[in-house]
Every structure is written in structure tokens, then in C-alpha cells.
């Protein structure tokens, strides 16, 4: 048994110790919001945070999340609020929608470490994210946008 | 299936009150769709006002990012007076209610769902609200006329009366033989838009996709395919697969080998396991190098007649100055985000399938037959689809049959996935076309001869979906058939070699407009600087009698400051082309970086007719656009020995954030018929990209992608 906190939740998983972290949240645990889309680190769509920084759920062994703090998007906020939720939201970023959990979380990450981004900051960060649709431009606004919202929120 | 017969509702605009038939018999829900709640309203089979007030719109066409989730709830919306937040929306299952008003199967593609669905929608709204209101007016003893509604009541004299109250009593009455429909002037949503309804559920991991399936002993199947188009398993060892933990079966199938598994990762390590021998059969003749080479000298010939008129060849014998060129368009997969994938649960005479499709109907029947059951007795669930682009509707079935031939053979409930590779290499692909394209100029500048010859597999021929195939595929010509440029040409030859391949081919967001445009969109600029006029003018002079084309091209042409002198180093290039009744502009600004090409800003004018949710219009332009860079920059399939050569987002590259461009959309205040948005910003995109890189270099790219091009700037 291989013991991980994911949400906040402690859980117990049965599985090989080089099973996919991705295929352990998706199949094991039952939390589907976490997406695959090529299996090989190149597009994003699985991305999760270990102990608060983006990693690709496809190629991370289960091992690596022993005894570690698992986020997926289902634990990004209480209540679909933070910042770059609400921003996506209002700024119509998803279209078929399968990518954008990938893109919050990683979106997540920058914001939290730079809460001002530039614009290469944000291709910086979030080129390692496909998006099929091609949302990436309502995707630079949202993230902006979640940024001006963070800092008012920090005035406040 | 040609479309532009049947556009319709141009009309409306006019203004004034407007009466509309309700809904046909044949639009009635059949029993095998069932209204969401018993005891409520259920006027036909689109909408359902339950006893305790939620309303719920059927969807008669998918959504896989295009946004008809919102639309279609917004056409109706508006007819019945509700907000848009008190709406449930969900997909239809397969029901002859729900058939393309034009197209007569159940389908969702060709940019069409929100034009084809304009009249029905609104009407199956107007039509509930009229019985809503007949029912207070019973009910309270205020005459009809003396009743309105707002939001979800209808107000009768000082009584009030949510429709929830009413619904009982309203599905008692009689249809409405005609009700009225909101005049231009009343609308709330149309013309005004509405935030997407499924953008919650699509930011908190909420949205179940096919993938997303999970039921108690639901196992995973992965198929190990032939690696050569048509080949088959000659023999298979399954034991080392069989000891991987977690693997439960091995199956074969028609053209596979499947692994059923506890979960995803069993699956795909018994997959590796698994030893297959192939017959690969005459598949592994084919070889892009040699294909490239026939096509070429094919397309050199003449082919049957697609559209002519006069003598093309004598003409370019008399021409002033002649333009030359021979284009390649590679194999393409539509590498939806959401890899494909389908769930099938066989119990006795019944089967139920939950797939992301846009051809429910067809998948049906396709099924009905390989069970050899009713097609009442196979019930199609529709998930989110991660991505369509046209991937998701195949006349074939192909990943569904899939998966019940694994449910079949194992007897057990399986969700058949495909990895990315499988999805890259499994085929259905927009296919491969050479083009050779000569064109005459008069001493002016002006075309006066031009013969275009197209060589390629037919889509339609392929699909077999709508008969017989005609000898002339409308989809391999589309856009040079027809084009307004053409018809300005007194003497032209359109002609078509129509191939066959063991390459199974499918329509690709835009179908044959991803390559025609290309063709035709980059000679025109190159004749416009053979002429030694500027491209826009060039352009302006030849579309003077298409106005819809004009409308477009002028409106981003002032955006985009055309003829603004650019920063030292950027370059403009224009496109503009007509598909799916909408009219695109597109002007990109380039530079060159280190002998590759940088998109930095792209503008674009679409003339739709009625835009109904104009961001929705501007978000489908910016992922065309997005989608016609990726193609630019990276499309490409080969094959080699019958092999496909790609595998993954590293070697089939898609374009990322940092190579996103700024993009601004302008929508034509048009009062024309209404066209798609989902595919139209796709075919102006490239050749607009490569006629900013010929303004930067002087090359002419005549083969995509351009990342097989060394582009060198400029002195």
C-alpha cells in the first residue's frame, strides 16, 4: 500500500510503485478532472501539483507522491473560486474544455510564484500546456485578468 | 448535402412580427427518448419544463467546443422568456427528433448547428410559451391577450404564475397550429450573446468526457492495431500479457488484439507484453516519397471536370506572363485533445454505448448490425467531446464498433481507449492532395486563363454516407470549384484525379477548404505581384462582384492598417476565402527569427450573416486561426513502407502559448444569410501566414509545413 494525501484527504492506494500518478488519481481514486492527452509529458493536460509544484501526472511514478501532498484541479479551490477559475469563467477561456484543468493547474503555479506576470512569463509557463482549440489567447487574458483580481483582493 | 440551397432565416431581420409553424409530427420525441421528468411539460422533444420549475434543453447537436452547449439554449431561451442560468442542458440521445434539419441524419458538423437549428430552437420555445400562457390565462380567467410573460412566469392581470405551476396544466392543451416569434427588436440574447453555460463545469474538473466513464466492473481495453493500413494478425502470444497484474483477457478482434485490464496502466504494460505477428499485406507499398511523385505527375494531366468553361488551354498558349505552381498537402490527423475512446455494455438483446460522437445516428446503426439487434435496443450516451474537428464522426464507426467487438468478444462492459500514438497512427486522416495549378495573365495582370487540376482520395466516395459517390467529390474541390476568382476567369478548367488508398481519409475542421484555399489564396497573391499591384487591391479588383467576400476583406484591411508602413522586420500577408456560408479575412504580421517564421499579431473579419453569440464567433475564429497556424507550421503525416512516422505531440507538433499570436476578430455588421463560424477562420490562415513570409523572403512556399522550409530573410 502506498500512502499519499490528495485534497487534503489521506488515502491508501494498492498499486505497483511505478504506476503513473495519473493513472492512480484517475483509475484508483476516482478523481477524473485530471485528464490524459499524450502520456509523454508534451502536452499538459495531466497536470497535477506535488507538494505545490506542477508535475505531469502521466510520468510520475506513484512512488515519487509517497507520504506527499497531492493537488488536483478537484482541490484547487472550495468552492470553483479562486482566482483563475473565476477568471476563466468570465473570460470564456474553455472550449471543449478537456485540456483546461491542465492549464489551471499549471496556470496555478505561476501565479502563486509571480502574481504579476508578463506576457513571457506566462509563455514561460504555460507552453509546456497544449490546447487544441487553441484557447491560448483567452487563456494570456484570464491569467492577467486573475492577476489584477488577486492583487485587489490582497488591497483589500 | 449542398448546403447553400437551403440557408435560410436571412429574412428575419427585416423586422416585425414574425409567425412560425411549431414543430412538425416528426419532431414529436419518439418513445425511445424519454421526457426528464414525469409529470411535466414536455412540448416536443427539445425542451422540458418540470412541475418543480427547471427547465431542460435537449441538445440535437454535440458540443466539442464549438459552443452550441450555450447557443442553442440561448435560441430557445429567447422564444420562452427564461434566463439562461435556469436552464439544464444535455445531449440528445439518438432520436429522428433530433436530425439535421437539412441534412436528415442525426450529425453534428459543417459549421451548421446554429444556422440549421435557428427556426427550431426558437420555435420550440415559443411554442411552450404560448401554452404557458394559455394555461394562466385558464387558470386565472384573464384572457389571453391580457397575459404576458417574464422570466419564468406569466403574469395574468395581478396574478403570477411560475412556469413550473403551469407546466401540468399546459401539457394538457393542444399544440398551436403557428405561434409568433420574437421580432429583432425584442431579443435579449440573439445578436447579444451569453456567457458559455459549461465554463464552470469545465474549470473544476466536473465535465465528464467519454473518458471519464467509471462504473462498478467497467474494465479498460487497449488495442494493439496493425501498423500497416489493412493488415491483420497472422498469430498472437498472449502469455507474458496475461501475467502483467491486472490484466484479466486478451481478445482478438477484427484488425487487433485487444488487452482488457483493471484500469489504463494494466492495459497499456499488457499491451507492451502482448506478441503479435502481422500480415501487413499490400499496405507497406505505400511510401509518401513515391506517392508525392505520382500524385505529382498525375496532377500534371488533365482530370475530369469539376468546373470549365471556354478553352483554358488555349488561352494560357495566348497569355502575356504565366504563373506555375504545383502544391503538396501532407496526410493530417485531427489529434483532438481528448484522445478517442468508447464504453460498451452489452446485456442480452441490449446495448448501451457511451461515446463523445457526432454521428449518434449512424453509430447505432452500425452497431444494431454487427449485435444484430434493434436499433431501438442500442442506447448512444453522449459525454463532452474532447475535441471533434471532424475525428468524431466517421460513416464507419470505427473506435465505437471497436469497442463493442471487445465487449462482445470478452463478454464483459469495456472502456476501449487509445493512447496518442494509437490516435496518431490509427488513421482517418484529412488526406493527401497535390494541386498543379497554371495561370494565364493578360498584359494588365489580370487572369484570363487558368487550369487547376486536383489529385486526392474522396472523402465522400470513402464514406459511402449519401450514396453513390458523384464523379466529381464536391469536398476534394470545394473552394477552387466555385471560387469568386474563377469566375472572373474567361477561360478556366477546374479537373479532379480522384485516388484510392489503404489510408482511411475523413472530413478535417473544414474538409477540402484546408488545402483548396491554400492553393488559391497564394497563387492570387502571387499574380497580384506578377501584376505589380498590391494584394489587397489585387484582390479588391477581382472580388468586385462578390460583396459578402469584399465585406470581409476591406473591414480587416482598415483594422489592420493595411497599407501602414510596418516596423523594420515585420511583414503582412492577406488571405480571404469563403466556407460554410461565412466569409473570412485574415491578415497575419510576421517576422523572420532564426530562418523560422514568428506569427505575431493576426486580424480577422468574418461576415456570418446574424452573428447569435458574437463572442462565441470571435472565440471560434481565434481557434481557427489556431488551429490553420498549427497546420501552417507543423501538419504533417508520412508514411513509410505503410507505416505512419509520427507518434506523438513531439513529432506531430501542435502550436503552444508562445507561439500564439495576438488576434483581433471583427465581426461584418451583415444582415445576409447566416454560414458557420466552427471552421471558417481555418482556411485564410495559412496561405495569409505564407504570403507574409513571401513579403519577408521572396519564397513562395508551395508545400506544407512550413517548418520543412529554411526561410531566409530578406536583405
Avoid at chain 2, 420555445?125 to 397575459?147: D, E, I, K, P, Y
Avoid at chain 2, 442506447?379 to 474532447?386: E, Q, R, S, T
Avoid at chain 2, 505564407?690 to 513579403?695: K, M, R
Amino acid at each position: 500500500m502506498i500512502s499519499l494525501t490528495v485534497n487534503g484527504q489521506p488515502r491508501e492506494v494498492a498499486a505497483d510503485p511505478n504506476m503513473p500518478l495519473l493513472w492512480v488519481i484517475r483509475d484508483l481514486l476516482g478523481l477524473t478532472g485530471t485528464k490524459f492527452g499524450c502520456g509523454v509529458a508534451q502536452c499538459g493536460a495531466c497536470t497535477v501539483h506535488l507538494n505545490g509544484e506542477a508535475v505531469r501526472s502521466c510520468v510520475t511514478k506513484v512512488s515519487r507522491a509517497a507520504g506527499q501532498q497531492v493537488t488536483t484541479i478537484e482541490g484547487l479551490s472550495t468552492n470553483n473560486n479562486h482566482p483563475l477559475q473565476l477568471a476563466w469563467q468570465e473570460a470564456d477561456v474553455p472550449q471543449c474544455g478537456y485540456c483546461q484543468s491542465g492549464q489551471l493547474m499549471s496556470a496555478a503555479v505561476l501565479l502563486r510564484e509571480n502574481p504579476n506576470p508578463t506576457d513571457q512569463d506566462i509563455d514561460d509557463a504555460m507552453s509546456g500546456n497544449i490546447c487544441r482549440c487553441g484557447t491560448y489567447p483567452r487563456i494570456r487574458a484570464a491569467i492577467h485578468q486573475a492577476a489584477k483580481m488577486h492583487q485587489g483582493g490582497a488591497k483589500s | 448535402m449542398n448546403r447553400r440551397n437551403f440557408i435560410q432565416s436571412g429574412a428575419i431581420l427585416g423586422g416585425g412580427l414574425l409567425i412560425s409553424f411549431t414543430i412538425p409530427q416528426a419532431n414529436k420525441l419518439s418513445a425511445l427518448a424519454k421526457p426528464v421528468a414525469a409529470g411535466g411539460f414536455t412540448p416536443n422533444a427539445f425542451l422540458n419544463i418540470g412541475t418543480d420549475n427547471t427547465v431542460t434543453v435537449t441538445l440535437s447537436h454535440v458540443e466539442m467546443g464549438q459552443g452550441i452547449w450555450t447557443t442553442l439554449p440561448m435560441l430557445l431561451a429567447e422564444e420562452l422568456d427564461v434566463d439562461l442560468d435556469q436552464i439544464i442542458v444535455r445531449h440528445g440521445g439518438v432520436d429522428k427528433a433530433y436530425n439535421h434539419t437539412i441534412y436528415g441524419i442525426q450529425i453534428t458538423g459543417g459549421s451548421s448547428s446554429t444556422w440549421s437549428e435557428f427556426d427550431r430552437y426558437r420555435n420550440a420555445g415559443a411554442t411552450a410559451r404560448t401554452l404557458l400562457t394559455q394555461a394562466a390565462a385558464q387558470r386565472s380567467g384573464v384572457a389571453v391577450t391580457n397575459c404576458k410573460t417574464e422570466k419564468g412566469f406569466v403574469l395574468a392581470g395581478d396574478k403570477k404564475f411560475s412556469y413550473g405551476e403551469l407546466a401540468g396544466d399546459a401539457a394538457k392543451l393542444p399544440a398551436p397550429q403557428q405561434v409568433t416569434l420574437r421580432p429583432p427588436s425584442d431579443w435579449k440574447y440573439i445578436g447579444k450573446g451569453s456567457k458559455r453555460v459549461d465554463a464552470q463545469v469545465k474549470t473544476n474538473g466536473e465535465a465528464k468526457f467519454g473518458m471519464d466513464m467509471q462504473f462498478s466492473g467497467l474494465l479498460t481495453a487497449m488495442v494493439a492495431h496493425a501498423p500497416v493500413f489493412g493488415g491483420k494478425v497472422k498469430s498472437f502470444d498472449a502469455t507474458k500479457a496475461k501475467a502483467v497484474p491486472g490484466v484479466q483477457q486478451v481478445v482478438e478482434i477484427p484488425g487487433g488484439v485487444a488487452v482488457i485490464a483493471d484500469h489504463f496502466w494494466a492495459a497499456q504494460q499488457g499491451r507492451k507484453a502482448l506478441q503479435v505477428t502481422w500480415d501487413n499485406g499490400p499496405g507497406t507499398a505505400l511510401n509518401t516519397t513515391s506517392q508525392t511523385i505520382a500524385y505529382k505527375r498525375l496532377a500534371a494531366t488533365k482530370g475530369v471536370s469539376a468546373q470549365a468553361k471556354g478553352d483554358a488551354d488555349a488561352a494560357l498558349a495566348k497569355s502575356a506572363k504565366h504563373i506555375s505552381a504545383e502544391y503538396v498537402f501532407a496526410y493530417l490527423a485531427h489529434a483532438p485533445m481528448e484522445p478517442l475512446n468508447c464504453t460498451a455494455k452489452i446485456d442480452g438483446d441490449h446495448c448501451e454505448i457511451w461515446a463523445g460522437t457526432q454521428l449518434p445516428g449512424v453509430d447505432q446503426a452500425n452497431v444494431a448490425k454487427l449485435l444484430n439487434m434493434k436499433p431501438e435496443n442500442i442506447k448512444i450516451n453522449i459525454p463532452f467531446l474532447g475535441g471533434g474537428f471532424g475525428r468524431r464522426a466517421t460513416p464507419a464507426s470505427d473506435f465505437v464498433i471497436e469497442a463493442v467487438h471487445i465487449a462482445k468478444a470478452s463478454g464483459k462492459p469495456v472502456k476501449m481507449v487509445w493512447t496518442r500514438e494509437d490516435d496518431m497512427k490509427s488513421g482517418y486522416y484529412r488526406p493527401f492532395f497535390v494541386h498543379n495549378v497554371q495561370v494565364g495573365l493578360d498584359e494588365k495582370g489580370m487572369p484570363m486563363a487558368w487550369n487547376h487540376n486536383i489529385v486526392g482520395q474522396s472523402i465522400m466516395g470513402e464514406a459511402k454516407m449519401f450514396g453513390p459517390p458523384p464523379p466529381v467529390d464536391d469536398t476534394s474541390v470545394e473552394g477552387v470549384k466555385g471560387s469568386p476568382y474563377l469566375n472572373t476567369v474567361p477561360d478556366h478548367y477546374v479537373g479532379l484525379h480522384t485516388t484510392k488508398e489503404v489510408v482511411p481519409i475523413l472530413w478535417f475542421r473544414s474538409v477540402g477548404n484546408t488545402h483548396t484555399a491554400y492553393a488559391m489564396e497564394t497563387i492570387v497573391d502571387e499574380m497580384a505581384y506578377a501584376a505589380g499591384q498590391d494584394p489587397v487591391d489585387y484582390r479588391q479588383t477581382l472580388l468586385k462582384s462578390s460583396p459578402r467576400h469584399l465585406a470581409a476583406l476591406n473591414l480587416v484591411a482598415a483594422k489592420a492598417n493595411w497599407k501602414t508602413k510596418l516596423a523594420p522586420g515585420r511583414f503582412k500577408g492577406v488571405a480571404v476565402h469563403e466556407a460554410f456560408g461565412s466569409y473570412v479575412a485574415i491578415i497575419a504580421e510576421v517576422s523572420i527569427v532564426d530562418n523560422a517564421v514568428r506569427v505575431h499579431k493576426v486580424d480577422c473579419a468574418i461576415d456570418c450573416g446574424l452573428a447569435v453569440n458574437p463572442d462565441g464567433v470571435k472565440a471560434q475564429m481565434e481557434s481557427g486561426i489556431i488551429f490553420g497556424l498549427t497546420m501552417a507550421l507543423y501538419g504533417e503525416l508520412t508514411l513509410k513502407d505503410g507505416q505512419v512516422q509520427q507518434n506523438n505531440f513531439y513529432d506531430y507538433r501542435i502550436a503552444r502559448m508562445n507561439e500564439s499570436p495576438e488576434i483581433n476578430v471583427y465581426i461584418v455588421d451583415s444582415k445576409e444569410k447566416m454560414g458557420g463560424a466552427g471552421e471558417c477562420a481555418v482556411p485564410p490562415t495559412a496561405p495569409a501566414i505564407v504570403n507574409a513570409i513571401f513579403a519577408a523572403t521572396g519564397k513562395r512556399i508551395y508545400n506544407l509545413p512550413i517548418m520543412n522550409t529554411k526561410l531566409i530573410k530578406q536583405a
